[in-house]
C-alpha cells in the first residue's frame, strides 16, 4: 500500500498506475479525483473482476492522497507518472492482454517458414510486438520448420528473408532466433514420458482405418500396446526400422470425444524428405501442436495469440500440459483477417516461384513483404494498416486500398513528375512555342520547377488518344499548358484555364530529345511502358515519386537505355 512518505519510486508498479491515474483525474478536475474514473482504467490494464474487492481499498486511499493536495503539488508529482498514462493512450485499439503483468510478458512469433511472410499473416507479429513493447516483454522468434507436408514443404531462403521483413518492420525480437529444428531430441524425450504415461502409443493403423475409428468411436488394437511394447515400438520408429506412413505415435483421449478430430491425434510421423537445416538427421517429425505445447511451456511463454482456425491446436496443447502437469500460458484467438483486392496464397506462390513464373519471392504478386517494400509501401503503413483491424474473435474483411491510404500519407510529398505511357505523337496545329515552368510539388514551391520548351509536336498516352478521337469537337487541357480541339485535326484553342470551356485535364510530354524511357512494374506482374520527362534521371535508386495522373512509384532500377519503377498505388 502507498503511504505517505513512501516515494514513488520504491512503490510496486500496480501502486504506481493507481496513483497515475488518479493524479491524471485529479489534474483534470480542478485537483479533485474521483475512484470511479480510476477504476476503469485499470480494467484496461487488465484488472480482473473479482480482485475489485481486493484492490478498492488502496484505489480509495490513492485518491484520498491526492486530492489532500494541491493542484501545483499534483501537476509537479504526475510527472513521474507521465509515461504511464501516455502508455496506456499509445495502446488505442488493442484491448489490454488478460493475466499480463508488466516487465513478465513473453510471446512468440512461430512462423512456418514456407516462404516470406506476407501481407496477410504479418498482422500476427504486428500484434505480438505491440503487446510486448506495452508491458515491457518479450518476443520469441520461433523457426516453426518441423519437416512440414508435401503440399506445404519448407523453402530454404525463408530462413533469412523472415528475420529481413521483422527487422524492416520495426518489430523487437530476442536473439538468437530459436528454430525447431534443433530441438528434435527434447520433442523425443517428452514423448517418451506420455508413452510412459500410458497416453501416447505407436500406431500402425492406415489413414482410412484411422479416419473410421475415429467417426466411430472405435479403439484400434495398438491402443492397448504395455509401456514395455510402445516404446519398443517407438525406439524401432526412431531406428529407421518403419517407412513413412507404416508408423505414428498418436496421443489418447476420449475416443467418444464431441469433436472426432480430438480423438486420438497423431503427435509424430515419419518422413525422409530431407530437411533445409539438418539434413537427413532425423526422420520423426512431430506435428505443430505438440511442438509447441513443449515449447510454449519451457520457453516461458506467458501469452499466445493465434487465429480462429487453431482452435483444436489450442484444446491439444491444454490436453498435453494437463498431462504433464504444467502451467498453462492464456491463449487468445482472434479472427482471421481477409484483404481485399489482395490475392494471398504462399503454397501458389511457392510454386509459382519455384517454377519460375514469378520473378522471386520478390515479386509484387506475391504480396510478400519483400515485394510490398519494392513497391514503395512504408512499414509504418502497413502497421498502421493491420492495426485498425483489432483484436477481435470475428472475422474481418478490409480492402487493400486502406493500406494505400495510410500509405499515402507518407509518400504524398513525393516530388511530381510526367510520365506517358503507351505514348502516341500529336501535333497540335497552330500552337504557339512556349514554356511550361511546373513546380516539383504544388504545396512545396521551394523545392524547385522543372521547364518544358514546347511547340506543337507532343506526346499523349494510348486512352487520351482514343478518348480525343471519339469526342471530336470537345475540348481538352495539357496540364500546365493549353487548351486545345479535335475536328479534323488537332488545334490550339487558348492558353488560359478557362472553365468555362469544359476542358478535360490530361497529361503529356513534349516530343522532344532527352525522354527517358521508362517501365513500371504494376501489382498483377504486367509492365506499362512509355515516356517519362527527362528530370527523373535525377532520382536515385529507392526515390519515390508520383508520376502525375498516374500514381505513386519507386525507382527500382536504373539502366542505361531505361529507368525501372515499381507501382505502389494511385
Request: charged share 30%.
Amino acid at each position: 500500500m502507498i503511504m505517505p512518505k513512501k516515494s514513488a519510486a520504491k512503490a510496486t508498479f500496480e501502486e504506481k498506475k493507481i496513483e497515475a491515474y488518479a493524479l491524471a483525474n485529479a489534474i483534470a478536475h480542478e485537483g479533485k479525483a474521483q475512484v470511479g474514473a480510476v477504476l476503469p482504467k485499470l480494467f484496461q490494464e487488465g484488472l480482473q473482476k473479482e480482485n475489485i474487492k481486493k484492490v478498492m481499498p488502496l484505489i480509495q486511499q490513492v485518491v484520498k492522497k491526492v486530492n489532500a493536495m494541491k493542484l501545483e503539488e499534483q501537476k509537479k508529482l504526475f510527472l513521474e507518472f507521465e509515461n504511464i498514462v501516455k502508455k496506456r493512450e499509445e495502446r488505442k485499439g488493442l484491448p489490454p492482454l488478460p493475466n499480463a503483468q508488466e516487465g513478465k510478458v513473453i510471446m512468440r512469433f512461430a512462423p512456418y517458414p514456407s516462404g516470406p511472410l506476407h501481407l496477410g499473416n504479418a498482422k500476427a507479429v504486428i500484434l505480438n510486438d505491440e503487446y510486448c513493447k506495452m508491458y515491457n516483454g518479450k518476443l520469441l522468434l520461433v523457426i516453426d520448420d518441423t519437416i512440414g507436408s508435401e503440399e506445404k514443404q519448407i523453402a530454404k531462403e525463408a530462413y533469412d528473408l523472415i528475420p529481413e521483413s521483422l527487422e524492416w518492420l520495426n518489430v523487437i525480437y530476442q536473439k538468437p532466433i530459436i528454430y525447431k529444428s534443433d530441438r528434435l531430441n527434447i520433442y523425443y524425450s517428452y514423448a517418451e514420458q506420455l508413452i510412459r504415461k500410458k497416453k501416447a502409443y505407436v500406431c500402425f493403423c492406415d489413414a482410412e482405418t484411422l479416419h473410421k475409428n475415429r467417426e466411430k468411436g472405435i479403439e484400434c488394437e495398438h491402443r492397448n500396446y504395455d509401456i514395455v511394447k510402445n516404446l519398443e515400438e517407438w525406439q524401432n520408429m526412431l531406428d529407421y526400422d518403419y517407412k513413412p506412413g507404416e508408423a505414428t505415435l498418436r496421443i489418447k483421449t476420449d475416443m467418444k470425444h464431441k469433436n472426432p478430430a480430438f480423438r486420438d491425434r497423431v503427435l509424430f510421423r515419419i518422413s525422409d524428405r530431407k530437411h533445409p537445416r539438418v539434413g537427413s538427421k532425423f526422420r520423426v517429425w512431430p506435428m505443430l501442436e505438440f511442438s509447441w505445447a513443449i515449447d510454449d511451456y519451457l520457453l516461458g511463454v506467458t501469452h499466445i495469440l493465434r487465429g480462429k482456425d487453431l482452435m483444436m491446436e489450442s484444446e491439444m496443447e491444454k490436453y498435453i500440459w494437463e498431462i504433464l502437469g504444467w502451467k498453462q500460458p492464456t491463449i487468445i484467438h482472434s479472427g482471421l483477417i481477409k484483404i481485399a483486392g489482395a490475392k494471398i496464397s504462399k503454397s501458389k506462390a511457392q510454386k509459382e516461384v519455384a517454377q519460375g513464373v514469378y520473378k522471386g519471392w520478390d515479386d509484387p504478386r506475391t504480396w510478400s513483404l519483400q515485394s510490398l517494400k519494392r513497391r514503395g509501401i512504408r512499414p509504418e503503413a502497413i502497421r498502421t494498416f493491420l492495426l485498425s483491424t483489432g483484436l477481435t474473435a470475428t472475422e474481418a474483411t478490409v480492402p487493400v486500398e486502406n493500406l494505400y491510404k495510410e500509405n499515402k500519407k507518407f509518400v504524398e510529398s513525393s516530388n511530381r513528375y510526367f510520365f506517358v505511357p503507351e505514348p502516341i505523337k500529336i501535333k497540335v496545329k497552330s500552337a504557339p512555342r512556349m514554356k511550361a515552368r511546373v513546380p516539383l510539388h504544388p504545396d512545396h514551391p521551394e523545392r524547385g520547377y522543372r521547364n518544358f520548351d514546347t511547340f506543337q509536336d507532343f506526346y499523349v498516352q494510348k486512352k487520351d488518344y482514343e478518348d480525343i478521337e471519339k469526342n471530336k469537337g470537345k475540348n481538352y487541357r495539357f496540364m500546365h499548358l493549353f487548351n486545345f480541339v479535335k475536328s479534323n485535326y488537332f488545334e490550339f484553342v487558348s492558353e488560359e484555364h478557362d472553365v468555362t470551356l469544359g476542358a478535360k485535364l490530361i497529361h503529356w510530354l513534349p516530343a522532344v530529345k532527352g525522354l527517358v524511357t521508362t517501365e513500371v512494374l504494376m501489382p498483377d506482374g504486367s509492365i506499362v511502358k512509355g515516356l517519362a520527362e527527362p528530370s527523373v534521371r535525377e532520382l536515385k535508386v529507392n526515390d519515390i515519386c508520383q508520376f502525375e495522373r498516374f500514381g505513386f512509384v519507386r525507382l527500382d532500377e536504373k539502366k542505361k537505355d531505361k529507368l525501372v519503377f515499381w507501382f505502389a498505388h494511385g
